[in-house]
Structures are given as C-alpha cells and as structure tokens.
C-alpha cells in the first residue's frame, strides 16, 4: 500500500532541488521551475440517478508551458489531492523534455470514485469538467488525456462538450479517444510497450537476454496490461502480478512461479484492472498478500500502480536476485529510497523516461488530428520505438558519462532543456 506519510509533490520538488544544486540553477529559476505556473481548483455538481445532487471537486494545473502546450491526464480517484496533481503535472513537464517532444506538463484530477458512479454519471462527471476549464484547454493551450480511473469514453464525452461549446471540430483538444473518433491506433499499448522498448534496449546495452529474466508486477490496468504482452512476448516471464480488488477494498498478488499466462489473467480482469480471485485460483494461480510482488525472487520488478510503493520500509524486502527496477506508474519510489537502490547497484529506469509512451502516443495522436490523416499500427508503434529508444540512449549515456543515477541524468536533460527554453523566451 502507499505509504500516507509520502506527499508526491514533495517527492517531485525534493528530486528538483537535489538536481538544480547539482546544475548551478541560479536561485530564479528554481523558484519558477519548482512549482506550476497554473492552478485551477473548482467544483463540478453533478445531478446523480437518484435525483440528488453531489458536487465533486477538481483540479487542472499547468506546471511548464515554455517548450509547448500543457499536456497530461485527468485522474479520476477518491484520493486525489491538490498535490499529487502538482506533483504529476511537474513530472509531464520533465517527461516531455526527457521525450524531446515539444509539450509541456500540465494535469488534472477529479476526487470520485469511478466504480461506484453509472456511466450516466460518469458521462455528466466529464461533461461538467469541460464546462468549467473549457477556456484554458485547446491544442495550443493544454490538452488533456486519460489517466487512472478515466478512460477513452471519458475523453470522447469530454471532446464531445468542447466541441458543443465552441461549435467545432477539435479533436487535438483531447488524447486518449477511442480510434475511429480521433484515437490514435497504439494509443492503448503505448505506456506498455514504451516501457518494455526502453528495457529491451537497457537489457542489449547490458548484454542480458530478454528470453532469460523474470519479472514481478504491480497493477494489472492499462501500463501493467500491455508491458506485461510484450515482455512476455520477447520471452520474459512474469511471475507474480499485484492488484486491487474493488469488493474486498485490498490488494492481492497473484503468482504463477513457472509464468503467468498474461491473455488468460486479461480476460478474468475487470475495466478497473481487478483480476477475479475466483477465476484465477481456479486457473492456478497462488493468491498472496498485495505486497507480496515486491518481495519475489525475479530480475525486475515493475511498479505500474499507483506512487510511493518502493519506500525505505520495503526496500530490505526486495529480493537480491532484482537488478532492474522498471518504473511504469508515476512516482512509484520515494527520493529516500533511491540511495538505497543505487547502493545496492539495481539499475532503475525512472518514470518519466521510462512511461513516456503513452504522452509520446497522444502526441503522435494530436499531430494526426492536426493533420486529419491517420497513420497505420505498425508506423505509429515503430515511431514510438524509436522516440523511446533515442531517449533511452540519451539518458544512458548522461548516466555514463557522468557517473550518475539513471534518474538523475534523465532529470538533467530534461531541466537543462525547459530552463534553456524558459531563458530563450525571456521569461526569467
Ligand atoms: P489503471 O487504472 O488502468 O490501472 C491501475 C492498476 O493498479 C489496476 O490494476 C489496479 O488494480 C492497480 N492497483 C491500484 N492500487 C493498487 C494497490 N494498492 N496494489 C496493487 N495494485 C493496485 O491505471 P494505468 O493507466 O495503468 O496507470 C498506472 C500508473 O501508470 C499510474 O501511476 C499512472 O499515472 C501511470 N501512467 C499511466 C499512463 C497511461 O497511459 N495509462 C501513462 C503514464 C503513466
């Protein structure tokens, strides 16, 4: 579980501050770059089935706009804060600059609990969204996209009412819709597969074949889903997998110590990304506590659920056999435990390079909507292999040259270039 004590947008401006005294960052620039430029906080009321009003609260914040639009998702979740928004809107600013693709950060949120709203509901929940940021979104301005708890209908619900106000047709307003409605084909596997682009091409430079590792997973939504296919596709194995079930209110882990079936654990897993407990004990599968996945005995462990997962109290847990920590969600390990990882020499692809392929994706799907012409699966896939993969070898090689954390060198490229392009404006 997260650990509550752990406030995520203290984590982003402790790993901020850490890299700009390491920078020389004059002391203007920090403040401008350790906290977003933006911050819309409203509230949405929303006429509920049975008649009643609830009014939920929201957030949209732009934390850099110097190399682009804002870009980020919407997360929809009970225990969204203010600060996780300005934590993840920081991260999409140096994830587009880690990318060198020309957005900038930006992130909203909904405090709700999707599972237990109707898709009526759900549909006025967006609707009411847009109505109150429709001003200060658009594809020059901010474009939102899908995160946790939101999904492709979400977003179309969302374009849908951008586009009754404004009487038009904008679909580069929003990423993440479904295809055939100004998605992009790979659009859903994107985070997945940018993931496990990145850690093929670590695993080459490491001289560690694919076919020979295994892997522990937390999450089974739409990062862990898709990372999960292609690893085991290469020829990796997955042997345990986490998640959260909505009926039980807890986490369970699911392990198969020969390799999980991940097509079989696809088809007994709900929308939520909640694996039936019946199903898979009936297919096998050994049924263990939540954090469980973090203590197996594998070569990488793949955080792709929620942040602050990978904490100092767990670390001692983690088996000696993981040389890679693969970080697909956002800020799954808090800044006190990366001492500890780099210390005991596990490699760890950062977040915000490593689960770039879903912002890469959206920004792939913007440019076709700008375009109105839409590109094929495999020309769309091979274009986010070969982002991912040139801002892999951009990292690697800064960590190499310079004797640093893979973190720390992704988080190097990426100030260096939004305070080169904030000193170009003339902003500062
Ligand atoms: P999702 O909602 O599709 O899936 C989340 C998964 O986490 C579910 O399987 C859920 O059961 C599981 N989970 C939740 N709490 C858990 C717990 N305590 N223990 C174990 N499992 C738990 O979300 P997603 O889109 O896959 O996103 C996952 C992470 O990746 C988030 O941090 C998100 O910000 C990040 N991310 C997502 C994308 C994207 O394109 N979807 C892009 C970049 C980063």
Not at 54 to 59: P, Y
Not at 78 to 101: F, G, N, Q, S, Y
Not at 366 to 384: A, H, I, P
Request: proline fraction near 5%; charged fraction near 20%; include cysteine.
């Amino acid at each position: 579980m997260a650990e509550a004590n752990y406030n995520p947008y203290e984590n982003a401006q402790k790993q901020f501050d850490d890299i700009a005294e390491s920078l020389n960052l004059d002391a203007g620039m920090r403040e401008f770059l350790r906290q977003p430029m933006m911050e819309l906080h409203f509230t949405i009321p929303v006429k509920m089935d049975d008649g009643t009003t609830k009014t939920f609260n929201a957030f949209r914040m732009k934390h850099n706009t110097a190399r682009g639009p804002a870009k980020g998702g919407i997360r929809f979740h009970p225990h969204e804060t203010a600060d996780t928004v300005r934590a993840l809107a920081t991260w999409m600013t140096w994830k587009c600059a880690t990318v060198d693709i020309p957005l900038g950060g930006g992130k909203g949120g909904i405090i709700c609990d999707p599972p237990s709203l109707s898709q009526n509901e759900l549909e006025r929940l967006c609707r009411g969204y847009v109505r109150k940021i429709w001003t200060q979104i658009g594809h020059e301005m901010d474009i939102p996209a899908p995160d946790v708890g939101s999904n492709a209908q979400c977003m179309l619900w969302m374009m849908d009412e951008y586009e009754t106000i404004t009487a038009g047709h904008y679909p580069g307003v929003i990423t993440g819709k479904p295809v055939g409605m100004g998605g992009s084909l790979g659009r859903k596997e994107a985070t997945g597969y940018g993931c496990i682009y990145v850690l093929k091409d670590l695993l080459r430079v490491i001289n560690c074949p694919i076919g020979s590792t295994t892997a522990s997973i937390q999450g089974f939504g739409n990062v862990a889903e898709h990372a999960a296919h292609m690893y085991t596709n290469l020829g990796g194995k997955v042997i345990a997998v986490s998640c959260w079930n909505q009926a039980d209110s807890k986490a369970y882990t699911f392990k198969k110590a020969d390799g999980c079936d991940i097509s079989e654990l696809t088809e007994i897993k709900d929308q939520y990304g909640s694996i039936d407990k019946d199903k898979a004990i009936a297919l096998g599968y050994e049924m263990l506590p939540g954090d469980a996945w973090i203590s197996q005995d594998v070569d990488i462990l793949i955080p792709c659920a929620l942040e602050n997962q990978i904490t100092p109290s767990v670390f001692p847990s983690i088996s000696k056999q993981v040389k890679i920590i693969l970080e697909g969600a956002n800020g799954p390990t808090t800044p006190d435990c990366d001492p500890l990882i780099k210390d005991r020499g596990i490699i760890l692809l950062p977040d915000f390079l490593a689960n770039a392929g879903g912002v890469t994706c959206s920004y792939f799907e913007q440019v076709q909507n700008n375009m109105n012409y839409y590109w094929g699966k495999d020309e769309v896939l091979e274009k986010l292999e070969y982002a991912m993969v040139k801002a892999f070898r951009a990292v690697y090689d800064v960590a190499q040259e310079k004797n640093v954390y893979m973190r720390d060198a992704a988080y190097i490229i990426a100030i260096n270039r939004v305070a080169d392009a904030v000193k170009l404006r003339g902003w500062l």
